[in-house]
């Protein structure tokens, strides 16, 4: 079990190969906007295709919404993905990711069928909540898997008892700061250079 793990998770020392990256301010903000405006567009069609009364009007503001939620999910992904800086050369296959995109329109069509209703019920918004979460997840997997380069993406387990800052483990290896700092690596998404 663990060597299948070992195809997604780091469990050495973290600070040998680790390909550090900055990201860029300014694709940082522009990622943002575009999850704002994409965010405000698609809510708007979903109102939109509440009011509709003609099927051709629903049609269209239905596959609009998606591709707008969707989309623009997606375009926030990659341009904060484009933000991160690395000294290594990267590049996406085409059809990962152009498949990373589709799975997040999909979903946001079956999630505005769901919540795209005159009176939202709790359970429809928790039921389109953690669809739209799921696609997220699978959007954004799917697009790290796009990613060519010299290296491997793992994840830390830092919330597994063997690795928290409070197991003897930890204490041996190093101070809070330094399991802080893998920490924000993991947030990130670490690139782990091959040796």
């Known amino acids: 079990m663990r060597s299948i793990l070992e195809s997604f998770f780091y469990y050495g020392d973290p600070f040998i190969y680790v390909e550090k990256g900055v990201y860029d301010l300014p694709l940082v903000i522009l990622s943002f906007l575009v999850a704002s405006f994409a965010s405000y567009t698609a809510l708007t069609m979903a109102q939109h295709l509440v009011e509709a009364r003609e099927t051709r009007e629903k049609y269209l503001f239905h596959w609009g919404g998606a591709f707008a939620l969707g989309a623009g999910i997606w375009s926030m992904h990659f341009v904060g993905m484009l933000s991160y800086k690395m000294r290594m050369a990267m590049t996406y296959d085409p ?33 389109g909540a953690i669809l739209l979460g799921l696609g997220i997840c699978g959007m954004h997997y799917t697009g790290m898997a796009a990613m060519e380069m010299d290296a491997d993406l793992r994840r830390l387990l830092l919330s597994c008892p063997w690795r928290s800052p409070s197991s003897p483990r930890a204490r041996r290896s190093g101070s809070l700061s330094t399991w802080r700092g893998i920490a924000a690596y993991s947030a990130t998404g670490c690139t782990w250079g091959r040796p």
């Open 95 to 127: 059809w990962l990711t152009f498949l990373s995109m589709l799975i997040a329109i999909v979903v946001a069509y079956g999630v505005l069928m769901i919540v795209a209703r005159k009176r939202l019920a709790l359970p429809a918004l928790l039921i």
